[in-house]
């Protein structure tokens, strides 16, 4: 799975020194392309960044605003969910039914949707005026 593919291979360049655990996000957008990033963390422990919000933000500086198809890998026992923080980014630009694989380096994978994952989301349609 190529998506998954490129999930794993960006997160070996996750920068995750306080952590120690390396996180890699791979976003397919509605052209076919893949975009990849990683969690990059920071001395001031809340301006590090998840790995989700690095490829949604490489696939915007690509010039692309839709997702497709979203993976995660993490080398963790079970497959690690996004933040609560990233799935309000993830529901930025996917839709609801849009695919995410959740994957572990020791090759557990489970599958859900943007929409499962944060229902009720707050969206730009609430600030329409009626
Ligand atoms: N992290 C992500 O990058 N994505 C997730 O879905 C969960 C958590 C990162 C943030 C932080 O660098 C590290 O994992 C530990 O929370």
């Given at each position: 799975m190529p998506l998954l593919d490129a999930a794993r291979d960006v997160?070996?360049?996750?920068?995750?020194?306080?952590?120690r655990f390396k996180v890699g996000a791979a976003v397919r957008a509605a052209s076919g392309r893949v975009f990849a990033g990683c969690n990059v963390e920071n001395a001031?422990?809340?301006e590090g960044t998840c790995a989700e919000a690095g490829a949604i933000a490489a696939m915007v500086a690509a010039g692309?605003?839709?997702?497709?198809e979203v993976c995660v890998i993490a080398d963790s026992p079970e497959p690690v969910p996004p933040c609560g923080g990233c799935r309000q980014k993830l529901a930025e630009f996917g839709g609801p039914d849009v695919p995410v694989t959740l994957a572990t380096i020791g090759g557990v994978v489970a599958k859900t949707t943007i929409g499962a994952l944060l229902p009720g989301s707050f969206s730009a349609a609430h600030m329409e005026k009626t």
């Open positions: 997160r070996e360049n996750a920068y995750a020194p306080y952590s001031a422990y809340p692309e605003t839709v997702l497709t």
